[in-house]
């Protein structure tokens, strides 16, 4: 899903990163042109998925991708009831 993204929105995919934490899956990639910086995560724990998504100014990415970083990785799915 991150590669088509990437080539729907004619980006050049600078760095992909997959993380087993806390049972969860993560997947990540960055991308960047001259004026803005996107990174978006891919987040599973096998049954749901999440997507999430960080823009900024090109100039200044690491302002805040830290915390989003730190929120990405605290998301938890609730649990799904067979009845």
């Given at each position: 899903?991150?590669?088509?993204?990437?080539?729907?929105?004619?980006?050049?995919?600078?760095?992909i990163?997959?993380?087993?934490?806390?049972?969860?899956r993560?997947?990540?990639?960055?991308?960047?042109?001259?004026?803005?910086?996107?990174?978006?995560w891919?987040?599973?724990?096998?049954?749901?998925?999440?997507?999430?998504?960080?823009?900024?100014?090109?100039?200044?990415?690491?302002?805040?991708?830290?915390?989003?970083?730190?929120?990405?990785?605290?998301?938890?799915?609730?649990?799904?009831?067979?009845?």
């Amino acid at each position: 899903m991150v590669r088509e993204l990437a080539r729907a929105n004619a980006w050049v995919l600078k760095v992909i990163v997959a993380v087993t934490e806390n049972g969860l899956r993560i997947a990540a990639a960055s991308y960047s042109n001259d004026e803005e910086f996107t990174r978006i995560w891919y987040v599973t724990d096998g049954w749901s998925v999440a997507l999430a998504t960080y823009t900024c100014d090109a100039s200044d990415p690491r302002t805040e991708l830290d915390a989003c970083e730190r929120i990405v990785r605290a998301i938890r799915f609730s649990k799904v009831s067979d009845s």
